[in-house]
């Protein structure tokens, strides 16, 4: 098995100060002693060629300076949790933390056998999650009341992210709190343990209303919810691992309840019991009416009712046993004008309010309420209704009633402006005081909410769901009322409503209302981010300049650049915060940014200073602004691809001319660079050499003068093939005793590098030069005779014609090929040290001779027919040197021997054809010799000059019949 290192896949994004943790483990590498030994280090993206040391199991010296105070102070660690597993943990990260992290395990063994490191990415960002409510500090209810709150919480995080969101109480005695009810980060509802119960009853919700509030229903308050409530919210991030992490966490709505134990109910009572009771039985015209109705009877709080409000006979409204409420058939249009509202205020308690009054209400008012059984299916059954005593309510018309217009009328605004309505009144006599409400045209029942108010005193109050909101009701003139709201968000839409009301001896004598209609126009509807630039393909080194032009929006905003290389992950460079301040990602030092301002137009600058190829990928910018105490998103620009080339080559290279050699001599080819691209460029060179119509490398160097040889290569190739760099530069291809197998193509091919402004290295298209090289082999010094007669034994002599140095030693090898076969195989080999090596275990056949220096010879005795075939000899000629020792200088082949051996009894026609006519001839020739000596002195001469011949034949190398 093959030992293997893993870590987590990046990469990771982790917020600024939160924890970072990063498992390794080791496989199938044994532990020396009780475990393996680990050790983690990082590279920055601003230099990726530095490794830093930060950590060790086995080495209490190993961080490098910036990180040896965090490791001794444990903010860095690295924990065995098994003999081959570690985690790494960085406690608060910081910006700086950025980059990419390796761990290793220390491998104790000599041999080296699968990967012992792994490497992951980690993207510290800042933390964009806010959480905010506008709950008071303390609240304060009776046992059984209903309980509301509500709380923001959004991100502005560029990656995709996941809210998961809580209440918590923390009761007075306890540290920590205890979840109410959660929703988690794939918006599922889960009850606390000491609440699930009452969730399962309905008596606890959670809604989200919008894209940012959480609101909380707590329908019946218990003494055991005192202590301080507050909202959580936490942000997830999905890593690569499909696995969910918290990036991020805040608290927000720390509000101190108190809750009251009821007062002492009726005892034993065995009937409802109703009343009534009206705040003010005479009113005037315009004011409001405010009748509560009463319920009392035994185990009150275990029973449902239902409660109605009836005038002269007539239902207003009623509240059924879930607390819905229902307007009557007279009513049900002052219900959605928001004249009419109803609630239960209590757990005995239930009021409506009808504001402002017309003449027409007055009469006679009771309250009527009966039980609601509710059944084990869920349907309720209706008990005997109850009515309490009548109480009678006189309205009277105003004189000289108060008049009031409100001068705008339908309005459009964008989301963030500033909303200003002027309430004018007329008919004025005494103190007045105004109150300023809203209703919501998004749903067909919603009513008239209080915004702010201003006494007749001048003290102003905001109503509980505006108190985080910039909002101001003024007095500019005694008849004028001004609504000032900030920060204007299409939830902000609806009807404005002034109410004015006029006093006299603290008590309110008359009121009119005015209203008119308000658009909010989303920001995302009407605010464009558009990203452009002049010119998107640049040559590395060159300069790009990107803008993102945000149109429509006058609003502080919170910019975010983005790329987007092709291994398809976002990474942030820079985020410019709504207040001016700068947050970097990453490599900072390549980047510049320009923002210039104009009216309802402005132009972020992106400046990629010197681009490199790491710049290219597809750019997006993201705005989003800051309303209302939540993160609003503007739809994303479009991606504007930037592709970085690289620059023209203008490499040129001269080459040797056409070569040609002889066999074993020293050959040495060149190309040179005649035009750089750069004065300050590398050169990766490769030879290559064509035979046969084929090509394959020889040797190679890259950038860094590297050797490498071509797979093709053999290794005693190897052995007589160099390669050098000259000036020029030059690059010089040296081939040592070259053969005939040497000859063919050579291309000289060069790949320039350049280094970016990053200081990285990349490549040019490669440019090459050829040279044909010719080997010349030399004619053969050694002749031998052929024969294809019956042999006893024959001699393959192997005779030195010429040598380099008297001082030359040789290595004679004989060969032989059979008429059946191409291959040319030894039989047999003589040292320079004389020793004797036979191929075929053949020494009792094979007699070697070495009669002179320069004389060597083979004998085959008593040859068989398998002993036919060609013979030849191959000499290799060695001389001392003083760097090398020995060093073989020649390789030299002789001519061929051809032999045919035959069986006893066997006849070769041709053969003894060929002997008779050559004896027929001889006799012949003897005769005429015999006249020529008869003859005297012309048979002498003819004598001598056959004998001439005869032993020039007899000088040559023969075979022995």
Request: hydrophobic residues 35%.
């Amino acid at each position: 098995m093959r030992v293997n290192t893993e870590v987590q896949a990046g990469p990771l994004y982790r917020v600024v100060g939160s924890l970072l943790s990063i498992s390794c483990n080791v496989t199938d590498l044994p532990p020396v002693g009780a475990r393996n030994e680990f050790e983690f280090r990082m590279k920055k993206p601003e230099n990726p060629n530095f490794e830093i040391n930060i950590i060790s199991t086995g080495d209490e010296d190993f961080s490098f300076a910036r990180y040896t105070s965090r490791v001794r102070n444990a903010e860095i660690t690295l924990t065995h949790v098994g003999e081959n597993s570690v985690v790494f943990e960085v406690q608060r990260l910081q910006k700086d933390d950025e980059g990419e992290y390796e761990c290793s395990v220390v491998n104790p063994y000599t041999e080296y056998d699968g990967a012992y490191s792994a490497k992951t990415i980690v993207k510290v960002i800042d933390n964009s999650l806010s959480v905010s409510s506008s709950v008071s500090a303390s609240l304060s209810h009776t046992e059984g009341d209903a309980l509301t709150l509500t709380c923001q919480a959004s991100s502005n995080t560029i990656q995709h992210t996941h809210l998961s969101f809580a209440w918590f109480l923390r009761k007075n005695t306890e540290d920590s709190g205890h979840p109410i009810i959660l929703m988690d980060r794939d918006f599922t509802l889960k009850p606390g343990q000491e609440f699930q119960e009452r969730y399962q009853a309905g008596l606890i919700r959670l809604d989200k209303i919008g894209e940012a509030t959480y609101r909380l229903k707590m329908s019946q308050l218990e003494q055991s919810d005192q202590g301080e409530i507050y909202c959580e919210a936490q942000e997830w991030i999905q890593d690569p691992d499909r696995s969910w992490y918290s990036i991020a966490q805040r608290v927000a709505g720390e509000t101190n309840l108190t809750v009251m134990a009821q007062a002492e109910v009726v005892p034993d009572m065995s009937s409802l019991v109703v009343r009534i009771s009206v705040q003010q039985t005479t009113l005037q015209e315009g004011q409001q009416l405010s009748v509560t109705c009463s319920v009392d009877t035994q185990n009150l709080r275990e029973k449902f009712f239902s409660v109605a409000w009836l005038r002269e006979g007539v239902e207003l409204a009623q509240i059924g046993p879930t607390g819905v409420l229902s307007a009557g058939p007279d009513y049900s249009a002052r219900e959605q004008e928001g004249e009419l509202r109803a609630a239960r205020i209590g757990d005995r308690d239930y009021r409506l309010i009808l504001q402002p009054v017309r003449t027409k209400d007055q009469g006679e008012y009771i309250c009527r309420a009966w039980s609601q059984d509710r059944g084990q299916n869920g349907v309720f059954t209706q008990g005997a209704a109850q009515d309490s005593s009548p109480q009678l309510v006189s309205i009277s018309a105003t004189e000289n009633g108060l008049s009031v217009q409100i001068q705008n009328g339908v309005t459009a605004f964008k989301e963030g402006d500033r909303l200003e309505l002027t309430c004018e009144v007329d008919g004025v006599n005494d103190q007045l005081s105004v109150t300023w409400q809203h209703r919501s045209t998004s749903t067909l029942k919603s009513v008239f909410t209080s915004v702010i108010s201003l006494s007749q005193e001048g003290v102003m109050e905001k109503s509980e769901g505006f108190i985080n909101r910039k909002v101001k009701a003024l007095r500019p003139a005694h008849d004028t009322f001004t609504l000032e709201l900030a920060d204007l968000t299409p939830s902000d839409s609806g009807d404005y409503q002034c109410t004015v009301s006029e006093w006299k001896t603290n008590s309110k004598t008359n009121s009119a209302s005015g209203s008119t209609s308000v658009i909010v126009k989303p920001v995302d509807t009407f605010a464009k981010v558009i990203l452009k630039s002049r010119t998107t393909i640049v040559k590395v080194g060159e300069t790009v300049e990107l803008i993102c032009l945000i149109r429509q929006l006058s609003l502080p905003i919170t910019l975010t650049w983005s790329l987007q290389r092709d291994d398809s992950t976002v990474n942030n460079i820079l985020t410019v915060y709504s207040n001016g301040t700068i947050s970097w990602s990453g490599e900072q030092h390549r980047y510049q940014l320009k923002i210039q301002k104009k009216t309802n137009d402005d132009s972020y600058y992106l400046i990629i200073n010197g681009a490199s190829l790491k710049e290219a990928g597809r750019y997006q910018c993201e705005a989003s602004v800051f309303l209302e105490n939540i993160h609003k998103k503007l739809r994303p620009s479009n991606q504007l691809a930037v592709r970085v080339n690289n620059p023209e080559s203008k490499l040129s290279l001269t080459s040797t001319p056409a070569l040609t050699r002889n066999i074993n001599t020293d050959v040495k080819m060149k190309c040179s660079v005649s035009s750089p691209t750069s004065t300050s460029s590398r050169y990766a060179v490769t030879w290559l050499l064509q035979q046969h119509g084929e090509n394959k490398t020889i040797v190679s160097t890259d950038r860094d003068a590297l050797v490498t040889f071509g797979q093709q290569v053999e290794l005693n190739q190897m052995q007589r093939i160099s390669m050098s760099r000259t000036q020029g530069p030059g690059f010089e291809l040296t081939i040592r005793q070259a053969r005939s197998s040497d000859k063919g193509l050579y291309t000289c091919e060069v790949v320039e590098w350049l280094q970016d402004p990053r200081g990285e290295w990349f490549d040019l298209p490669p440019t090459s030069k050829s040279t044909q090289l010719t080997i010349i082999e030399p004619a053969n010094d050694l002749h031998l005779n052929k024969t294809t007669q019956h042999l006893n034994n024959f001699t393959i002599p192997c005779n030195i014609t010429a040598q380099s140095s008297n001082e030359s030693e040789f290595k004679v090898t004989w060969f032989r090929q059979m008429e059946t076969d191409n291959e040319q195989r030894p039989i047999f080999t003589v040292y320079r040290n004389a020793t004797l090596h036979y191929w075929f275990g053949d020494s009792d056949q094979l007699k070697f001779g070495h009669p002179l220096p320069n004389e060597f010879s083979l004998t085959v005795s008593k040859p068989i027919p398998e002993n036919s075939g060609r013979y030849f000899c191959e000499v290799e000629e060695w001389i001392p040197s003083l760097s090398y020792g020995w060093r073989r200088v020649a390789l030299e082949r002789s001519g061929y021997l051809t032999t045919s051996v035959y069986k006893e009894g066997e006849c070769n026609c041709l053969h003894i054809l060929t002997g008779v006519v050559i004896i027929a001839l001889v006799i012949m020739f003897l005769l005429v010799l015999k006249i020529c000596w008869k003859k005297g002195t012309g048979g002498k001469k003819a004598t001598q000059s056959l004998w001439a011949e005869q032993h020039a034949l007899n000088a040559k190398p023969s075979v022995e019949d």
